[in-house]
């Protein structure tokens, strides 16, 4: 059969060769451009940049920058920008050389607790005190917690004055934490003295 019978009835020729011709494409022909061919795909050109960007080795952050002393939001700046408290200042003053004088006298008391506890003894009429032999080691207990107890107070109290904080409370707080102290102590040395046991018997009637 020669080609233009082939053509005339749609049959393709074979080639000399014997191989099949390559199959017949039933798509409509497209109105712009061709076919992709098989096994083809679209990908967006910003997946490259993607791909990219993280396949590229991590950069470590910039380190925090330092905050410049006076800087706001630094101790300084903060206790900069209070205002003066003057009448703080003054109060706290006042009470810390109370303060002062009390601690002084505390600690003269301790060591000379057995003649002050003989004046209250004879003013009252107990009778004879006979110091205990404990007496001299808590009066130098006493005399230390004191005076360690007033360096505290006073330390605080000038480290809230320069942040321009509120610092009159704590002498108030110092005092009320000796006067306790100093009545735990009394009681002690009072209510172990055979003396003064039987002279509370005597006012009970017991």
Same mark, same amino acid.
């Given at each position: 059969?020669?080609?233009?019978?082939?053509? @005339?009835?749609?049959?393709?020729?074979?080639?000399? +060769?014997?191989?099949?011709?390559?199959?017949?494409?039933?798509?409509?022909?497209?109105?712009?451009?061709?076919?992709?061919?098989?096994?083809?795909?679209?990908?967006?050109?910003?997946? +490259?940049?993607?791909?990219?960007?993280?396949?590229?080795?991590?950069?470590?952050?910039?380190?925090?920058?330092?905050?410049?002393?006076?800087?706001?939001?630094?101790?300084?700046?903060?206790?900069?920008?209070?205002?003066?408290?003057?009448?703080?200042?003054?109060?706290?003053?006042?009470?810390?050389?109370?303060?002062?004088?009390?601690?002084?006298?505390?600690?003269?008391?301790?060591?000379?607790?057995?003649?002050?506890?003989?004046?209250?003894?004879?003013?009252?009429?107990?009778?004879?005190?006979?110091?205990?032999?404990?007496?001299?080691?808590?009066?130098?207990?006493?005399?230390?917690?004191?005076?360690?107890?007033?360096?505290?107070?006073?330390?605080?109290?000038?480290?809230?004055? @320069?942040?321009?904080?509120?610092?009159?409370?704590?002498?108030?707080?110092?005092?009320?934490?000796?006067?306790?102290?100093?009545?735990?102590?009394?009681?002690?040395?009072?209510?172990?003295?055979?003396?003064?046991?039987?002279?509370?018997?005597?006012?009970?009637?017991?």
């Amino acid at each position: 059969m020669t080609q233009d019978e082939a053509a @005339r009835n749609g049959t393709p020729e074979r080639a000399d +060769d014997g191989a099949a011709p390559p199959p017949r494409d039933e798509r409509p022909r497209p109105q712009y451009g061709e076919y992709a061919p098989e096994g083809w795909s679209w990908q967006p050109p910003g997946d +490259d940049r993607t791909d990219a960007a993280a396949s590229a080795p991590a950069t470590p952050p910039p380190p925090p920058a330092a905050t410049p002393v006076g800087a706001p939001g630094s101790g300084a700046a903060d206790g900069a920008a209070r205002p003066p408290r003057t009448i703080d200042r003054f109060f706290t003053i006042l009470l810390l050389a109370l303060g002062a004088i009390g601690a002084w006298n505390t600690s003269v008391s301790l060591q000379q607790l057995p003649g002050a506890i003989q004046g209250v003894y004879t003013d009252q009429g107990v009778g004879t005190y006979s110091p205990q032999p404990w007496l001299p080691t808590l009066a130098l207990i006493g005399t230390v917690f004191m005076l360690a107890l007033y360096a505290a107070v006073l330390g605080w109290s000038i480290m809230r004055l @320069r942040a321009r904080r509120l610092a009159f409370w704590v002498p108030l707080v110092g005092g009320a934490v000796a006067f306790l102290a100093t009545m735990v102590l009394t009681s002690i040395v009072f209510f172990t003295d055979p003396t003064f046991q039987s002279y509370l018997e005597r006012m009970t009637g017991v």
